[in-house]
């Protein structure tokens, strides 16, 4: 292996990715995918390993290589097909994450398959915004089996049109799923393109070889890991119904230069819909691992080959059909990267922060001819040498904060604050980043969900720091309006579905990240 070549290939492979995830962002209707850029790209070998991660959005990037995978075992394809899925229980995440994936061929032989993942604003369901507090999954929106939107490059309108019938907002899901085509068309293009500049024989080497590569690192990495069994557990607020202070637990077993990951001991699933998938779970160990590695390490599929992963069956980090899955994609998720963190941090304590805000604070909100979501950033949990970040998305999100003109351009929605909450960072010698406070006033009535945590636990803190304040969320009624506790401020659970009139305020404050070391 030429240490140049491998470099050059690394980073044509990564522009690949990059490349496509621009022509979703800016082909893509709705804000959440063009200003929030919740999406993700990936490139796989013909067996379904990817090696080439675009730099997205984590919680989607580890779990499409399973959805891959899922349709290699599913379908035979020809050139010029695609396949559209969202299917949680097929290598997907949440139903509103659709997956479009395609085959690239060389002299009718599938070589490579070219991926992407985006968060649709809609795919039906009970609640405007395919994100409610649920029981079951079938009131989470259309589940789409791995279906072939494009034959032979002509669309399936047959398809289209069922999937865009099931939706609040069809025009504005018609043009995000056209920008995926578009953004996987422009993937095989570069790739073609590379196949004919420099061999197959080449790009194809170059391709596994990168997975090698990253999983030689990644074992030495694990090598310079004190050999033994570091543990760790911490709660979810609640699933939003009646249980409360859920329990998720970890082991996690250096031996030499593999480790296992066992999560026995965790909740059994639960009512509420903040169950994770293996796909979800899988991509979580898949993240926190890659924030140990040096940067300049592709990350790609080698990074789990040395790893076992051990999932209890009808649990909360491996729950079964009908389980609700919206939430656990997005809050459970956080939680899995905190307790991992947790179980490191007594490994390597060096190199581990503290707890990050453990949230997305989801919201979705619709009403006649219009649906949004998106996810609200807080405070980074700080380090060994440095305070942590204010107002950023963290760990399985990598998205952005929505601007206010995006919001107030398309949505009958004024936002009235929007500012930093001071103060919510957890206190030591390093502080914890400062959560957010957003607050929404409807010009029309709207329903709304709520998917959010650390409402009553806290982010923790290490060697000493403090841990970081829990969100809250906070209705406010219209003046005048009479509510049976006669108050206008209505304090909410961190899991919701509810209703709000024009003039209604809706407050976000989101929570602010764990402190590291004592303060001075």
Do not use: W
Request: charged fraction near 20%.
């Amino acid at each position: 292996m030429d240490a140049i070549e491998i470099t050059i290939f690394k980073n044509i492979f990564q522009s690949i990715s990059d490349e496509m995830g621009k022509i979703l962002q800016f082909s893509a209707f709705s804000p959440n995918i063009k200003e929030r850029k919740d999406f993700s790209c990936d490139v796989f070998t013909a067996s379904g390993e990817s090696f080439a991660f675009g730099t997205h959005i984590p919680v989607h990037l580890g779990a499409m290589p399973l959805s891959v995978k899922t349709i290699l075992s599913e379908m035979r394809f020809e050139k010029g097909d695609m396949v559209i899925v969202n299917d949680p229980f097929k290598g997907g995440t949440h139903l509103p994450d659709i997956t479009m994936i395609a085959p690239v061929f060389r002299n009718d032989k599938i070589v490579f398959f070219v991926a992407n993942r985006a968060h649709h604003s809609d795919v039906g369901g009970m609640r405007a915004g395919s994100m409610p507090l649920s029981s079951e999954i079938f009131q989470e929106g259309l589940i789409i089996p791995p279906l072939k939107l494009l034959k032979r490059d002509k669309p399936d309108e047959d398809i289209l049109n069922f999937i865009l019938t099931n939706v609040r907002t069809p025009e504005e899901r018609k043009g995000d799923l056209l920008a995926q085509i578009a953004a996987n068309k422009r993937g095989i293009q570069r790739l073609e393109e590379i196949i004919m500049k420099y061999g197959f024989d080449l790009v194809d080497y170059y391709s596994r070889a990168l997975i090698d590569y990253t999983e030689t690192v990644f074992k030495s990495m694990i090598s310079d890991i004190p050999n033994g069994v570091y543990t760790y557990e911490d709660y979810m607020d609640d699933d939003g119904f009646d249980t409360r202070n859920i329990p998720i637990k970890v082991a996690v077993e250096v031996k030499d230069d593999r480790l296992a990951i066992d999560f026995s001991g965790s909740s059994p699933q639960v009512r509420g819909g903040i169950n994770t998938n293996r796909a979800v779970t899988y991509s979580s160990v898949l993240y926190v691992l890659t924030t140990l590695l040096n940067e300049d390490v592709p990350i790609n599929s080698g990074i789990m080959r040395p790893v076992e992963l051990i999932l209890p069956t009808d649990s909360i980090v491996n729950a079964s059909k009908p389980c609700g899955l919206a939430g656990g994609n997005v809050e459970t998720s956080q939680r899995i990267t905190d307790i991992l963190m947790g179980a490191f941090s007594k490994a390597i304590p060096n190199k581990i922060p503290a707890a990050s805000q453990g949230t997305m604070n989801n919201i979705t909100f619709g009403g006649r001819g219009f649906a949004y979501y998106e996810t609200i950033g807080g405070g980074a949990g700080a380090g060994p040498s440095y305070n942590g970040e204010s107002a950023v998305h963290t760990n399985m999100t990598n998205s952005l904060n929505t601007p206010i003109e995006a919001l107030e351009i398309n949505f009958p929605i004024r936002i009235e604050s929007y500012s930093l909450r001071r103060g919510s960072g957890g206190k030591g010698e390093y502080t914890g980043g400062e959560g957010l406070i957003r607050a929404y006033k409807f010009l029309e009535n709207a329903n709304i969900s709520i998917l959010s945590d650390r409402r009553t636990t806290r982010p923790y803190g290490l060697q000493g720091g403090q841990p970081g304040k829990c969100g809250e969320n906070i209705l406010v009624k219209n003046p005048g309006a009479v509510i049976e506790t006669g108050s206008r401020e209505m304090h909410l659970g961190s899991k919701v579905n509810i209703e709000a009139g024009a003039g209604d305020v809706l407050i976000i404050t989101t929570p602010g990240g764990g402190g590291y070391g004592e303060a001075k």
